[in-house]
């Protein structure tokens, strides 16, 4: 039994092998929609967005579980206005490299690996670099106290300054 395996084994490993030596592209497509864990999502609105971003929810607060998370995808030089969070926020960035900023401190570079905590009812921002998307998956915990309360956008200067 063990032999009829491992020969199984052996043939599928043979039968890919050969696929992606006659259509590497395949191959190669197939790594990037891998690399994608939920879907994209529908385009974030423009009053709380600059550029396009995408948000897909992935948990709704209920009376058990009182918080929400969701995935966003950032497209180059897309962020999210200035916002607070009554219970604050937990950001997973899952690929990608942005900035997270807090008001009045200097803003942060955040890569894929990142775990950022804002912090209950301080203002921030985050989003994609001028020259990367970036992805994350945010929490908002305690929800009963409140999900966001949304602020200006994040001017072109406050975006591209090195502070």
Not at 86 to 112: C, D, W
Request: hydrophobic share 35%.
């Amino acid at each position: 039994m063990k032999r009829f395996v491992f020969s199984t084994a052996l043939l599928f490993t043979l039968i890919f092998t050969l696929q992606a030596c006659q259509n590497p592209g395949t191959q190669t497509a197939q790594s990037e929609k891998e690399k994608t864990i939920y879907p994209k999502g529908d385009l974030a609105p423009s009053e709380f967005f600059t550029g396009n971003a995408y948000v897909h929810g992935l948990v709704d607060a209920d009376s058990v579980f009182t918080t929400a998370a969701g995935n966003v995808v950032f497209e180059a030089g897309a962020r999210c206005n200035w916002h607070s969070h009554p219970a604050g926020q937990i950001l997973l960035v899952t690929a990608g490299k942005g900035y997270h900023q807090i008001e009045g401190e200097p803003k942060e570079i955040i890569r894929k690996g990142d775990v950022v905590k804002c912090p209950p009812n301080v203002s921030h921002w985050h989003g994609a670099s001028a020259d990367s998307s970036m992805t994350h998956i945010y929490m908002v915990p305690n929800t009963e106290k409140g999900i966001v309360e949304w602020g200006d956008a994040v001017t072109d200067e406050e975006f591209n300054s090195t502070k």
